[in-house]
Each structure stands twice: as C-alpha cells, then as structure tokens.
C-alpha cells in the first residue's frame, strides 16, 4: 500500500516561520478541535443548513426526552451516523495532531467532535479530551446502572439496527452495503418501529437499554473530563499557545478556554475555512488566522515540530518521519 504525502496549502510564509518560530520553542500548548477538523473526512453534519435525518430534524432526536419516548428511533440515527463515522478515514490533520500530542509533553487536545477519529488517528488517550463523549461510547441509560463501554465500533451494534434498504432486500449484499451511503436527507428509506427487545441491552444489569455514549442536549459535559482540562489549565504557570481548529469557539464552555488561555499568556493561532470564525473574544496582535483545509494546513505549520505526514492511501494510517 502506497504512502502518499500530504498535499501542500498555500501559508502566507510570514506567517508560517513565525508560527513555527513560536511552536518549536512552546511546552505547554492547547488545541481546540471542531467539526471543520473533519471535514475533510467527508462527513456529513447535522448542524446548520437543513440539519434533517430522514424527516426528523437531527437535534430533535439528540436529547434524553427522545431517548425516552423513542429509543428505537434515536438508536436508528446514531446507528446511521456510527455507520458514517467508520467509512470515513481519519485526515492529514488528525494525524498531525496525534504526532504532536507525542512530541509534545505538554500538549493537550480538547475536542468538541464525536466522530472517533482523532481516536482511530492514535491520538494518545491521556493527552485527548472528548467534551462532547464519543458515538462509539456506549453506556446503561438505567440511573443506578454504571455500566459503561468505550470504544465499541461493532456496526450494526446489534443486526436490527443494519440500516434498511428501501426495498427490503437483505441489507448485507455489496449492493446494498453501497446504497447505505445514503444522504442525511434521504426521506425515501422507510424508518421500522424496533421492539425494545431486539435494542442493545446492558450486558451488566441485563435490563437496561444501552444508549450512545455522547452528550445530548439538555445534559451536562462530563465531570472528569471537565476536571482533568480545568487542572491542566490551574497547573500550568504558563500556557504559551492555543490552536483553534475548525471552530467559531463562541459557544461555552469552549470559548472560555481561550479567553483562560489568554489569561496565561497564550497566542491564538485559528485554522477554519471561514474567516468570521474568530474566537469569541477576537483576534490580537501576534494571533495567526490560517484560513482553508485543516487537512492540508495542520501538516504544514507543523512540519518543524513532527516531520512530514503521509497517509497511508487505502487504509489511512498514518505516520510522521
């Protein structure tokens, strides 16, 4: 299997060797990641425009209430977007962040997204914060049940959840495995009532549902997670550069990570495809705004740091010389 090098972006080379400049001298450096991380991956979001599965609207279903009243249909969505996420491979930029995150003791990742590719990126765990968990997370909906498992990518989690064919013809068949990739908005494939009994149950109380592993609307962002990103921050004496990647950064609490960022001393260094993507607190002498692919530009500010990145063409794994 061929590597094949990153492609090149256009940086303004001002801008690259004093980046770089900063970089190679940092020890204690945060990146912020966002949906944009991933866009290269050929995911399809839910948010914005549209922002419908089926006829459902996507954040609808993202809630316990929905959980709740439907679980059959809320594990058919996540069952579809689990699907989705393990087609999609992990970019130039997902790798480039995991090579830093091992060059860089004091390096840490804060993620907002739930896709499981900075994971397959072998990101270091201890080094990544998922804010928002992870659809391949899963755990016991039952309160005074603390099962919980990490990192199952079994898809379909369980065979009545194969996502169905439009004709009801066996969903295996490499055709029909084909036409599963179906857009967000496809309203054409029929949606069945699951019976609970044929849902994922908890292994360990053997009553409860299982339900995915993500942070729904209306929940609070997990306590450790919380707790580990705020010790970092309280424990640093100085922070001497944030990356925001693929994220306006204006909702909290991920824009106050910035501005505690700041606090300490930090540089401001944003990579989105949308220039009025600027923190929330805006952009100040010395900031870097990158504007384009993360995909192609990640590799390239980083280069100094980690070498060159090359994915691997069929399996994309990656790896920095």
């Not at 009243?69 to 087609?87: D, E, K, T």
């Not at 013809?169 to 179906?182: F, G, V, Y």
């Not at 019976?195 to 929940?219: A, I, M, N």
């Amino acid at each position: 299997m061929a590597l094949n090098s990153v492609k090149s972006s256009v940086v303004p080379q001002a801008d690259l060797e004093s980046f770089q400049a900063c970089i190679n001298s940092s020890t204690r450096i945060l990146a912020l990641l966002g949906a944009g991380l991933s866009a290269s991956s050929g995911l399809p979001t839910f948010r914005g425009a549209g922002g419908l599965w089926r006829t459902h609207d996507a954040t609808s279903l993202a809630t316990p209430e929905a959980f709740s009243a439907n679980p059959g249909l809320v594990w058919q969505f996540y069952s579809y977007r689990r699907h989705m996420a393990l087609q999609a491979k992990p970019n130039p930029a997902h790798y480039a962040l995991a090579e830093l995150a091992r060059r860089k003791d004091g390096f840490m990742t804060l993620s907002q997204n739930v896709d499981g590719l900075s994971p397959r990126a072998n990101h270091p765990e201890d080094k990544l914060k998922l804010l928002h968990g992870s659809l391949f997370d899963v755990k016991c909906s039952d309160f005074f049940c603390n099962y919980a498992e990490k990192n199952n990518y079994t898809d379909p989690i369980v065979p009545a959840l194969a996502i169905p064919t439009e004709d009801g013809s066996d969903p295996t068949t490499n055709e029909n495995i084909a036409k599963r990739e179906l857009d967000i908005s496809d309203h054409n494939v029929p949606i069945p009532e699951l019976d609970h009994s044929h849902l994922p149950k908890c292994p360990q109380c053997k009553q409860g549902l299982l339900r995915p592993g993500v942070v729904w609307f209306g929940e609070a962002l997990p306590k450790k997670v919380l707790r580990d990103i705020d010790d970092w921050i309280e424990f640093s004496e100085k922070i001497d550069l944030i990356m925001v990647i693929g994220t306006s950064a204006k909702v909290y609490p991920a824009a106050a990570y910035v501005d505690e960022a700041r606090a300490k001393g930090a540089r401001v260094a944003v990579i989105n495809m949308d220039r009025s993507h600027a923190p929330a607190s805006g952009m100040r002498q010395g900031d870097w705004f990158f504007q384009g692919d993360a995909a192609q530009i990640l590799p390239e500010i980083l280069k100094s740091v980690i070498g060159e990145v090359k994915v691997d063409g069929d399996a994309a794994e990656g790896s920095a010389a």
